[in-house]
C-alpha cells in the first residue's frame, strides 16, 4: 500500500507497523515533543493535532492518519515567532516538569478552542493532566496573564524569573530521558511476579530465547550475589540492605523475576510470555499489624548485616522514646483525646514514567570505554555509587545524567530500573533501554507509606498541653527501601513543633507481602500531622478553646529547641521564625471570609484549618558542589550536580548568580544533573535544592566575583575598592574593562577565572505552613465543594515569587488529591487493582481550588541569602485541615483518608439514623 503522512509541514511515506499508534510512530520519526504518559488516552500528555483537530494520539492509529495533516508541538511556531499559546505559556509559566505541557498546549492551541471553551476551562482541559502546577497557571496562561519579569543586572533575587528552559518546554526541544536517538539500541521488558510470596524452584527460558528479535533473559543465575538497597541516601546505611538485582524469592506481585533483552519491545514482551517459571509459594500476609504477631511468615530471614531491625518479627526499623512521665501528664490533664487515624498507599504518579537508557561511550579524560546511564533521577550521584559498588566498577567507568526529569515527588530518589539494565548492557555490549508502563509505575515502583496512628494528647482547662503520645505503624511492603527513615522523620518535627514536658512514641516500619512504599512528599510528616492535628482540633472543641488559640499556646517559638522524645537533634534550628506569620494568615481569613455565601442552599458548610513546621533539609548530611567560571565571552558557567524536575532549582542557582556577579541571568549558562559536572552532589530530594545545592552555589559565585575584582583591580592598576562588577565588564573609577578582556588577561597570565563551592547541608533550619478550608457539603450525596483555600509558607526569603508559589499551589493540589480520591488499591493477596488512570483518580483540573498564598516576611539566617525550602511542606497540613473543616460542616471526625463522596454520605446517613445533630 502507499502512505503518505504530513508532519509539522514535512512528508513522510514510510508506512507505519500493523497496529501502531500515531504515538510511536511520530517519536520514531525525532518528533519528541509528543509525550508517553499513560498510553490509555487519560493523561493528554500525548496530544498532537490531525488536520486542526486534537487528539490522543496514542489511542489514534497511525494508519489513520494516512492522507492528513499533523502538527506536534514542534511545528506550532512560524517563521522562528512562538505561537501565541507557547508565548502565553512562557509569560505566565504554565509549566513545573513541563512534561504535560506539550499536551496542554496542543489542546489550547486548536482551531476549536473558542472564547465558550475558555470559558468553561473545567470542560475544556479534561483530557489533560498536570501533576505538578495546581493547574492555576495553565489557567493564568489560557488567559493570558503574565507574571514573568525581567529585573535589571544584580537585581534577580527575589523576583519572578521564568525558567531557563522555558523556551525548550513551549517548544517541545526540552530533552527527557528517552528524548534521544541511540544507535543499536536494544529494548528490556521484565517478567513479574504472579504471587505475593514465593520461591524459584525453575526457570525455563529456552522458549523465549527462541522468539525472533530476543538477544538473551536474564534470571537471578545471572545477577550478582549483593544485597543492597533501591533508596538512595547520603549515607547507605539509613536502609536495610534487603534487596537483590533479581531474587530467587519473590516478596509482592509485581517483583521482577526476569529480564528479556530484545530488538523491539514487542519481541520483548513475548519473550517473557515464553519464559516458563516454577514456583514454591510460601506463607503472606499483608496487614502490617499481623505480620508483627507470633507466627507470622517470616519476609526476610536475613542476618543483621542486612541491618532489619527486627527480621524474625517483620520490623524494618523501630524508634521508642519517652521525655518526662507521660501518664503522669495524662493524669494532670482535665481533657484527654486519643483516636487511631490511617492514611492510604498513593501513587506518584509523575508523568514520566521510571525508566533509563544505558550505552557506552569514550571518557575523554581517560580516552577509555566506559558505561552511561541516562535515567530519570532525582540522584545520578548516588546511583552511580550504587552501580560501582554492585558491579564491582571504578567510578571513572560509570556516568550517570539525568536529562530533563518529567516528575518526581521523591519516587525517583529510588534505582529500580538503572541496575537491571546496566547488568544487561555489560553482558552483551549493547545499548539498552527499560522504560516502565504505566501499570508497571502502580506496581513495580514505589507509593506513600500506608500509616495507621493513634494518638493521645491531654491538656488542662486553659489548653496547655501535658501530655502527647504516638503509636505509629508504617506498612513499607515488601522491602525495606526508606522504611526506617520515613518512620523516624513522621514523628519528628511532628511531635517537636509542639511543647509538652511529657512526650512518647512507639514507631514501627513494618514489612508485608504487597508493593514496596518509598519516598513521597513530606516524607511520613503528612500521615502523622494529618493525626496530630486532627486530634488537636478535636482537643480543642472538647475545650471549648479556638483551635488557633490552642495552636498558640503551645507552639514552639523563636529560638526554642524542637525536642522529641528520642531527643533533639543537634544541627536542626529555628534559625527564623514564620509560624507566627502563617497562623495570622488563617486568622486574617477568618476575619475577612464571605465564602459561606457561595454555598449551594441546604450544603452543609464548615471551615478548619491546621499547621505543619518540617527541618529544611534531611540529618545526617547532604552534601552539593558547585563550580562558577568566566566564560572566554565573557558570560558564565555554572556546574552543579542536582537534577531539575520542575523543583525550580535551575532558576533560583542562576538567580543566586546573578546576584553575586551583578549580572542577568541570561548570561549564566548552566550544565547540571550529570556525575561529569562536579565531584559531589547527594540529589534533588529532602527540600534541599535550594537550601544546600543553592549555597553551594551561592558560595562559588561569591568566591568568582572576589576573584574577578582582585585579579581587575591588579590589570587596571586601580584600587579594589573602587571597582564594581557589572552585567558584562568591571567599573573601574570611569574606566570599563570588559569581562572578555579580563578573561584574555586572565589567561595570558596563567590564571583560571574560575571558583568552587561546597555545602554540607548541616545546621539546619525549620520551615513552617499553615492550611485553611472553607467547604460545603451536600447532606444528600456526600459531594463536597471547597468554597475557599488560603495557605501561610514560611519560606524565608523567597527567592522567586511566581516560582514558589507554584510549589505551594502544586503541593496542595497534590495533597488534595490524597485529601479526596487518590488511593493505591491492593486485593488479599496484595495485588494492585488500580493499574491505570482511569481507576486512580487524579487531580484534574476542575478538582483543584485557586489557592491564596500569603509567604511570611523572614529572613533565615542558615539558608543561602535568607531561603528556606518549600517544596515539601506545603502538602503536610492540607489533609488535617480539610478533615477539620469537614468534621465543622458534619460534625463527624473522619479519621480514614481519602474522605471519599460515598464514604461521606454514609457517615453522614448513619449519624443521621443514630438520632444526633452535626456539631
Known amino acids: 500500500m502507499s502512505f503518505s503522512i504530513r508532519v509539522n509541514e514535512e512528508d513522510f511515506d514510510a508506512e507505519p507497523r500493523a497496529g501502531q499508534c500515531l504515538r510511536t510512530y511520530l517519536r520514531e520519526r525525532g518528533w519528541f515533543g509528543v509525550k508517553k504518559g499513560c498510553d490509555g488516552g487519560d493523561c493528554g500528555a500525548c496530544t498532537v493535532q490531525v488536520d486542526g483537530e ?68 473545567p470542560r475544556a482541559l479534561k483530557g489533560n493532566l498536570c501533576r505538578c502546577t495546581g493547574y492555576r497557571a495553565i489557567e493564568d496562561a489560557v488567559r493570558g496573564v503574565k507574571h514573568t519579569e525581567r529585573p535589571d543586572a544584580g537585581q534577580a533575587v527575589g523576583r519572578s524569573l521564568g525558567a531557563p528552559a522555558g523556551p525548550q518546554v513551549v517548544t517541545g526541544t526540552a530533552r527527557y530521558t528517552f528524548d534521544m536517538e541511540v544507535e543499536g539500541l536494544l529494548h528490556m521488558k521484565l517478567l513479574r511476579s504472579p504471587h505475593p510470596h514465593a520461591r524459584i524452584v525453575s526457570i525455563d527460558t529456552s522458549a523465549a530465547l527462541r522468539v525472533p528479535g530476543v538477544h538473551a533473559v536474564f534470571t537471578h543465575h545471572d545477577a550478582p550475589d549483593k ?136 571518557n575523554e579524560e581517560t580516552c577509555e570505554e566506559r558505561i552511561v546511564v541516562r535515567s530519570s533521577t532525582q540522584v545520578p550521584f548516588l546511583t552511580r555509587r550504587a552501580l560501582c559498588d554492585l558491579y564491582d566498577l571504578p567510578r571513572e567507568k560509570v556516568r550517570v545524567v539525568a536529562g530533563r526529569v518529567g516528575g518526581g515527588f521523591g519516587g525517583k530518589q529510588e534505582m529500580l530500573t538503572e541496575d537491571i539494565a546496566v547488568l544487561a548492557a555489560l553482558r552483551l555490549h549493547r545499548p539498552v533501554k527499560l522504560e516502565f508502563t504505566r501499570p508497571e509505575q502502580f506496581y513495580g515502583a514505589t507509593t506513600r507509606h500506608p500509616f495507621k496512628v493513634t494518638v493521645k494528647v491531654g491538656a488542662r482547662s ?93 507552639v514552639i517559638g523563636p529560638g526554642e529547641h524542637m525536642e522529641g522524645p528520642c531527643g533533639e537533634e543537634e544541627d536542626l534550628h529555628i534559625a527564623s521564625y514564620g509560624l507566627d506569620q502563617c497562623l495570622q494568615v488563617v486568622r486574617d481569613a477568618l476575619a475577612d471570609d464571605r465564602s459561606a455565601e457561595l454555598a449551594p442552599p441546604g450544603w452543609l458548610v464548615g471551615q478548619g484549618f491546621a499547621m505543619s513546621a518540617i527541618a529544611t533539609g534531611p540529618p545526617g548530611g547532604h552534601f552539593a558542589d558547585a563550580t562558577v567560571q568566566l566564560l572566554e565571552d565573557g558570560t558564565y558557567d555554572i556546574a552543579v550536580g542536582t537534577a531539575e524536575f520542575g523543583n525550580g532549582t535551575t532558576t533560583v542557582h542562576k538567580q543566586i548568580t546573578a546576584g553575586a556577579l551583578g549580572t542577568t541571568v541570561d548570561r549564566i549558562a548552566i550544565r547540571q544533573s550529570d556525575t561529569d559536572v562536579v565531584r559531589h552532589d547527594t540529589g534533588a530530594f529532602g527540600s534541599a535544592g535550594t537550601v544546600v545545592a543553592g549555597k553551594a552555589v551561592m558560595k562559588a559565585a561569591n568566591a568568582l566575583a572576589e576573584q574577578i575584582l582582585s585579579f581587575t583591580a591588579e590589570y587596571a592598576r586601580t584600587p579594589r575598592s573602587l571597582l564594581r562588577l557589572g552585567a558584562d565588564a568591571v567599573e573601574c573609577d570611569g574606566r570599563t574593562v570588559t569581562l572578555k578582556e579580563v578573561f584574555e ?131 503536610n497540613p492540607v489533609p488535617p485541615a480539610f478533615a477539620n473543616a469537614l468534621r465543622d460542616a458534619t460534625g463527624i471526625r473522619f479519621t480514614e483518608a481519602p474522605f471519599l463522596r460515598d464514604h461521606v454520605w454514609r457517615a453522614m446517613d448513619e449519624h443521621r439514623r443514630s438520632g444526633r445533630d452535626a456539631d
Not at 509569560?91 to 496542543?106: E, S
Not at 574560575?754 to 545546621?763: L, N
Not at 468554597?787 to 503541593?811: F, I, T, Y
Request: proline share 5%; hydrophobic share 35%; with cysteine.
Open 462 to 554: 486553659d489548653g496547655v498541653l501535658t501530655a502527647l503520645q504516638f503509636r505509629v505503624v508504617a506498612n513499607t511492603g515488601a522491602y525495606g527501601n526508606h522504611g526506617p527513615a520515613v518512620m523516624f522523620h513522621s514523628v519528628g518535627e511532628s511531635m517537636g513543633v509542639y511543647r509538652a514536658p511529657n512526650k512518647k512514641v512507639n514507631a514501627y516500619s513494618v514489612y508485608t507481602n504487597a508493593v514496596p512504599a518509598g519516598a513521597f512528599r513530606g516524607y511520613g510528616l503528612g500521615q502523622v500531622t494529618f493525626a496530630l492535628e486532627s486530634a488537636m482540633d478535636e482537643l480543642a472543641r472538647r475545650l471549648g478553646i479556638d483551635p488557633l488559640v490552642l495552636r498558640e499556646r503551645n
Open 227 to 362: 544485597l543492597y538497597s533501591s533508596a538512595r541516601h547520603e549515607h547507605p546505611t539509613e536502609d536495610p540492605d534487603d534487596t537483590r538485582v533479581l531474587d530467587d524469592v519473590v516478596r509482592f506481585v509485581g517483583q521482577r523475576v526476569a529480564a528479556v533483552v530484545a530488538d523491539s519491545e514487542g519481541a520483548a514482551e513475548e519473550g517473557c510470555r515464553q519464559v516458563v517459571v516454577e514456583y514454591e509459594e510460601l506463607p503472606y500476609v499483608i496487614d502490617p499489624e499481623l505480620a508483627m504477631l507470633p507466627g507470622a511468615p517470616v519476609i526476610h530471614p536475613k542476618g543483621p548485616e542486612s541491618r532489619i531491625f527486627r527480621a524474625e518479627d517483620n520490623v524494618c526499623g523501630e524508634v521508642h522514646g519517652e521525655t518526662g512521665d507521660v501518664e503522669r501528664g495524662f493524669a494532670e490533664a482535665d481533657v484527654v483525646y486519643e483516636e487511631t487515624f490511617q492514611t492510604q498507599r498513593v501513587q506518584h504518579a509523575s508523568l514520566e514514567t521510571h525508566g533509563c537508557v544505558v550505552y557506552f561511550e569514550e
Open 54 to 121: 486534537p487528539v490522543h494520539s496514542c489511542l489514534y492509529p497511525a494508519l489513520r492518519a494516512e492522507g492528513r495533516s499533523v502538527t506536534t508541538v514542534e511545528g506550532l511556531a512560524k517563521d522562528g515567532e512562538l505561537h501565541p499559546m507557547q508565548q502565553r505559556f512562557l509569560d505566565a509559566q504554565g509549566f513545573q516538569c513541563g512534561f504535560c505541557t506539550a499536551g496542554f498546549l496542543m489542546t489550547t492551541s486548536a482551531r476549536d478552542f473558542d472564547e465558550e471553551k475558555r470559558a468553561d476551562l
Open 745 to 875: 588577561a586572565a589567561r595570558g597570565r596563567g590564571v583560571e577565572l574560575s571558583a568552587d563551592g561546597h555545602w554540607g547541608g548541616s545546621p539546619r533550619s525549620v520551615a513552617f505552613n499553615s492550611q485553611w478550608f472553607r467547604v460545603a457539603v451536600d447532606p444528600d450525596t456526600g459531594e463536597i465543594k471547597i468554597l475557599r483555600s488560603v495557605h501561610g509558607a514560611d519560606a524565608g526569603k523567597v527567592m522567586n515569587p511566581l516560582q514558589c508559589r507554584g510549589q505551594v499551589e502544586g503541593g496542595v493540589a497534590q495533597a488534595l488529591g490524597a485529601t479526596l480520591f487518590e488511593r493505591v488499591l491492593v486485593d488479599e493477596r496484595g495485588e494492585v487493582t488500580t493499574a491505570a488512570f482511569r481507576r486512580y483518580r487524579l487531580p484534574a483540573y476542575a478538582d483543584v481550588p485557586r489557592t491564596e498564598v500569603h509567604f511570611s516576611q523572614t529572613s533565615d539566617a542558615i539558608g543561602p541569602l535568607g531561603a528556606k525550602s518549600m517544596s515539601e511542606s506545603p502538602f
